[in-house]
């Protein structure tokens, strides 16, 4: 593998690098070995699909967790962080994807929680003010200090994790996704604050799935693909269709798109849905939206976060209700339907968080699987075990789960089992439709292949099925259609024969001006 | 993402296990062994404490705690909390009371004297009332269990003492001449030598049991309480659940009223104070978790037994009551504390 050569330039000097970074949980290798290099006042971007392994080298560099193996250097020295305050003290500072900010403190309060400026009178509040305001000049952004956090737009939120992060004297910044919540010109506000920091000699970590937008910004680009390196190259010499060969791979067989039968009568039907986004927001995250599944028929739904498709699934499900729009299941409206009507009927989803929204933690391997067909084993009052068995049995062999019988917690499944949990679940109840919502998040490749296995075989049966998903490898397994959505609309449909390029070009952000 | 979910769990063989297993027969059956130790230590302490008669007494008490800690655990399983049983259970027992003594109907100039299954009805139907305004402000209005209830805690006594004017019915035993005898059977008669109340407490818990684990409101309870969005997404009329447990604590509370009104043969607008607090203490001692989903019929009676069992020895050995409360309170926090070794050694274990 060929490292970038070596800049002996001030600025873009080598400030922070990993060597051999290996990080192990358990039996699972999420980085086996990756080299890593962060140039001073230049943003170095890292690349990969979901489970490729940045969050983890993001997490090893800001001191979150420890490597297995390997070593981190900066400035020339070997260290290890003992923690991530450590890492902070010494001038490595993380940006989260999700806000690390109290909504109900003003951005004073946030900038400076836990490290108060104290008098012998108590907290400095006039100096913690005095303080913001200069590093909210330096940001050109006009914030007021006393403002609650909970009253800033998204984009303004982050900047003002950034301002705490430069409070601090932080000369590497790790960025996770920073973006992926903004408007288009919040986004390009970021950007002109990273080359701000860039021109004082800031270092920048930067991970996004918007391609385009983070060559528009980045210096470097590294691709991580399950957890090694593959490619790292300077801005200058690469381009789009570079990022996507090197993230995604040649060989990676999820299997085809099931084949020697008719498709039967459309089973799902979507007519122009608007779903309005959560909390008032004015927009709508689904923006008039039609889609047709017909039975037997696999399609999936590719999109960036926050591209509507979750939401656009759980309103079908029942989960979120429409504006406007219907909802026709085997050409009835099922809009005003509850969700358990709904599965009744033969409609279900799949939800994406299997442990937020899938799962029961307190039940066993067997009552969650059972759990959504509670009808087919009641008898008068009474549940019969061995209806309930002879459903628990059945799922654990037709969906493949390793356990013995079904009396497990859950918690003692792999991710890859869990997930075939919630699936086996929803298929018990023998649909018509199902939906599932990034199926194969935060499963290994081997239960990744299974599940699709699984439902192409279903599909073949006349099952419908739609999968949504943010990896475009996963768009080209089982697929008879691909349907991307950007911003809540459909920009493009693809059959099974186009490329990844096309597909994550349809998604893409909009080029954002310089 | 997290990668750890992907790990295998790998059961620790041989001796480890085991020595893990006898600590965690102990957390579980904690209840169970409390009591026992409660049992042995007033035995040895106090010759009358180890008697049939006196056992049959202090059951009689745990009746009381115990049906509204029949009706709490439910509302623990679904995550909730129900502060208002103590003051339902009093206004119930109110209602019934002005009911046994007659209802002034002014406007027909009659006193209406309902007999004594109508006052059950109606006492019974008070109680589900008040649940369904429980549940309906919680499922539907979405107003915190703990808020809702503590609300209606203050608006049944309110109403209690207004029914009353602050006094006390007495003599509740009816008249032959009115057709309205018999209420002092519930708490007062004894059928093959056991109270009432505890026969009652017996087999609202057999029943309680039994939907539990055989029905599938038991199953829609348990997985709405472990998790109520994974429940909803699979088909579990989550509000219908959550709104029926708290009719069900209700009507607990108000049978709950009946049998104290009637072991006393007086209704008074205080009865039942705090006692929501003893119901919840019975439930936590019991094993049940108070974030829902975790709990069983059985940890709750023994739960309820050992408050009981406890105050009442420590009565016939004659501490003061001040102690009685110090005790009681310590019991709770180790319960909760035990609780939280429990489930925190198993969260530890997952990751």
Redesign the interface.
Known sequence: MSMAAKDTRADGEVVLAARNIAKS????H?LKGVNFEVHRGQVTTLFGE??AGK??LMKILSGVVQPTSGEIILDGQPVSFASSTDARNRGISIIHQELSLAPNMNVRDNIFMGREIMTSAGVDFAEEERQTRALMEELEENIDPLTLVEDLRLGQQQIVEIARALSINSRILIMDEPTSALSATEVEVLFKVIRDLKAKGVSIVYISHHLEEALQITNHAVVLRDGNMTAFAERKDIDLEWIVRNMVGENFDLGAPPTGYAFGDVALSVENLCVPAAGGAGYNVVDNMSLTVRAGEVVCIYGLMGAGRTEMLETI?G?LSASSGRILFKGRDVSRL???DR??QGLV?V?EDRQ????????TVG?NLS??S??AF?KG???SKKAEQAIIDQSIRKVHIKTDGGGA?I??L???N?QKVVIG??LA?EPDVILLDEPS????IGAKSEVFKLLAERARTGLAVVYSTSEVGECLSIAHRIIVMRRGKISAEFTSDTTKEKIMAASGESVVAH | MSVTNTTEKTTSPGSAKRKFDLVNLILEGRAFFALIVIIAVFSFLSPHYFTLANFLIMASHVAIYGLLAIGMLLVILNGGIDLSVGSTLGLCGVVAGYFMKGATLNYFGVILYPPVWAVVVITLTLGAFIGAVNGVLIAYLKVPAFVATLGVLYCARGFALLMTNGLTFNNLSGDPALGNTGFDWLGFNRLFNVPIGVLVLATLAILCGIMLSKSAFGRWLYASGGNERAADLSGVPVKRVKITVYVLSGICAAIAGLVLSSQLTSAGPTAGTTYELTAIAAVVIGGAALTGGRGTIGGTMLGAFVIGFLSDGLVIIGVSSYWQTVFTGAVIVLAVLLNSIQYGSRGAKKS
């Open positions: 949980y358990g039996s699972v999420a979901n489970g969050s983890t499900a989960r509850s969700i358990a599965i009744n989803l939800p937020r929204d899938g799962l029961v933690q307190t039940m009552r759990l959504a509670i009808g009641v009052f009474f549940t917690p918690g003692s792999s991710g890859g869990q679940k929803m109840t998040r935060g499963i290994d």
